[in-house]
Nanobody, 124 residues
Framework: QVQLVESGGGLVQPGGSLRLSCAAS????????IGWFRQAPGKEREGVSC????????YYTDSVKGRFTISRDNVKNTVYLQMNSLRPEDSGVYYC?????????????????WGQGTQVTVSS
């Protein structure tokens, strides 16, 4: 089991940037597939990006391709989500999730461990 803590959310204007962090403890994050999900009020949780283990192949949902970048720092046991050119529709609570390598993808129930989430609000 791995414990996950997200940070880096906040209020940003459209076109701005944020970098979310997902810090892990209790286990080595490099052994897990990691996914970033978001949930806006009244909407289902949706997958945003994920990174495979151990080879670090990355995937993005179409709406964030070219704007978001997921990366992993194995020394710091942390996964990041760099978000650029933010839009109001990117707003929501962002969660990171970890699971066995077979979890890779945007199906939330495949992941076994979740952080508490961090709020991202994109508004002028």
């Amino acid at each position: 089991q791995v414990q996950l803590v997200e940070s880096g959310g906040g209020l940003v204007q459209p076109g701005g940037s944020l970098r979310l962090s997902c810090a892990a403890s209790g286990s080595t994050l490099a052994n897990y597939a990691i996914g970033w999900f978001r949930q806006a009020p009244g909407k289902e949780r949706e997958g945003v990006s994920c990174i495979s283990s151990p080879d670090g192949i990355t995937y993005y949902t179409d709406s964030v391709k070219g704007r978001f970048t997921i990366s992993r720092d194995n020394v710091k046991n942390t996964v990041y989500l760099q978000m650029n050119s933010l839009r109001p529709e990117d707003s929501g609570v962002y969660y990171c999730a970890a699971g066995p390598p077979s979890s890779l993808g945007f199906y939330p129930y495949a992941y076994t461990d979740w952080g508490q989430g961090t709020q991202v609000t994109v508004s002028s």
